[in-house]
């Protein structure tokens, strides 16, 4: 089974960025796709990015144009560079498959305030 474990996160003020690593035990190439999750308080996880097992990659509206889903599979590891981050991007962000499969990591938590 493969674990997952996620890094990067952080506090910051709007209009910054941030690059989430997420670093995984087994082959992330078994997944069709490999995808960033994130759980805002109160409300439903969302997947928010996706990048295929051929490098396809696909975003949600609300990230579009901000952020940058890449994977490197040699490394077993998915990053996002997120950019121009706004407050409604706080949430604590999770990395799996796409759909998801296993166990959650603990996910690293993003805050964007001024």
């Known amino acids: 089974q493969v674990q997952l474990v996620e890094s990067g996160g952080g506090l910051v003020q709007p209009g910054e960025s941030l690059r989430l690593s997420c670093a995984a035990s087994?082959?992330?190439?078994?997944?069709?796709?490999m995808g960033w999750y994130r759980q805002a308080p109160g409300k439903e996880r969302e997947l928010v990015a996706w990048?295929?097992?051929?490098?396809?990659?696909n975003y949600v509206d609300s990230v579009k144009g901000r952020f940058t889903i890449s994977r490197e599979n040699a490394k077993n590891a998915v990053y996002l560079q997120m950019n121009s981050l706004k407050p409604g991007d706080t949430a604590v962000y999770y990395c799996?498959?796409?759909?998801?499969?296993?166990?959650w990591g603990q996910g690293t938590q993003v805050t964007v305030s001024s």
């Open positions: 990048i295929t097992r051929g490098g396809t990659t």
């Open positions: 087994g082959r992330i190439f078994s997944f069709n796709a």
């Open positions: 799996n498959g796409v759909p998801s499969v296993g166990s």
